[in-house]
Nanobody
Framework: VQLQASGGGLVQAGGSLRLSCAASGRSYYMYWFRQAPEKEREFVAAISWATGSAWYGDSAKGRFTISRDNAKSTLYLQMNSLRPEDTAIYYC??????????????????WGKGTLVTVSS
């Protein structure tokens, strides 16, 4: 599975941004993670490619929505009400096993290169 994230950029606090991740090939679960400078990689959201069931990290609940388009083999992350603390490099990932929460990034089979999101105050 090859993954390519896009859609990052600079946005003001309170604004919205949609990230995309084009996938060549599929795995059972698709993920978004993020990593701010000098911080551990953080689980943001996961989705079952087959059913669309979704799981969210605490920082994403109520503000972010993960979705996928099967026909386009593309994963999305709609981010609303953005805050300066959302500033990070956002990565998409894929794995046949559902992993959520702290440390979920460990053992991921596939990673995209990441896209930078900067939220200004």
């Amino acid at each position: 599975v090859q993954l390519q994230a896009s859609g990052g950029g600079l946005v003001q606090a309170g604004g919205s941004l949609r990230l995309s991740c084009a996938a060549s090939g599929r795995s059972y679960y698709m993920y978004w993670f993020r990593q701010a400078p000098e911080k551990e990689r953080e689980f943001v959201a996961a989705i079952s490619w087959a059913t669309g069931s979704a799981w969210y990290g605490d920082s994403a609940k109520g503000r972010f929505t993960i979705s996928r388009d099967n026909a386009k083999s593309t994963l999305y992350l709609q981010m609303n009400s953005l805050r300066p603390e959302d500033t990070a490099i956002y990565y998409c990932a894929a794995d046949p096993i559902l992993r959520v929460g702290s440390g979920a990034y460990r053992g991921m089979d596939y990673w995209g290169k990441g896209t930078l999101v900067t939220v200004s105050s």
